[in-house]
């Protein structure tokens, strides 16, 4: 960072804790209900981590998501959006259905598309978030449909995964990428993380 170059000062609405964005009783990610057995545990977690993606990404304009964090890095809020849209598609779509899906964005030798294809464009941002819902509304509608989490992926060497390893995995995905989200949010415009 140059010395010119501007920092917010970091913001809250936390009376309780001056280190959150709000005061626990006032997160929306917290319903005061206490999942019970391992479906609803999981799906629980993963809920709220998507959940807190939307939160870091809310009232950012298409510059604002697409802004890089710091070089050489390529991350952005948008390109994790468009990450983790990616991450259901093939988890669900190519692992657990056994469909041969191409990816969202770019082409299966291109690991960084998702974040270098991730400008401030509006008609960029709407796509991702359209793409990214569509994914999860797909994971959702495969996860109710499945009765036994010990049912296996289609595919996955050397032995396709169980259903319970790949929700697992999709909360890990997305517990990581909060925590870049908290610091990409923060670096935008001051938003501590929750």
């Known amino acids: 960072m140059s010395s010119t170059e501007e920092v917010p000062e970091r913001w809250h609405r936390g009376t309780v804790h001056d280190d959150m964005w709000v005061d626990p009783d006032e997160d929306p990610r917290e319903t005061g209900q206490v999942p019970e057995g391992e479906r609803e545990v999981l799906l629980s977690y993963l809920d709220a981590y998507r959940h807190t ?24 809020l948008l390109g994790l959006v468009r990450h983790l849209a990616e991450v259901e598609r093939s988890w669900t779509r190519r692992y657990v259905l056994g469909q041969d899906v191409p990816p969202l964005h770019g082409t299966p030798e291109d690991r960084d598309a998702d974040f270098d294809g991730a400008v401030g464009d509006p008609e960029v941002v709407g ?46 995905e997305y517990a990581r990428h909060c925590g870049h989200a908290d610091l990409l949010r923060e670096r935008i415009d001051g938003r501590v993380g929750q």
């Open 127 to 172: 796509r991702a978030f359209a793409d990214w819902e569509a994914e999860m509304a797909v994971t959702d509608t495969m996860i109710a449909s499945t009765a036994d989490l010990g049912t296996r992926a289609v595919r996955g060497q050397p032995v396709p995964p169980e259903l319970r390893d790949i929700l697992v995995h999709l909360i890990e």
């Open 53 to 76: 993606l939307r939160m870091k990404c809310a009232g950012l304009d298409a510059e604002q998501l697409a802004r890089r964090s710091v070089p050489p890095s390529t991350m952005s």
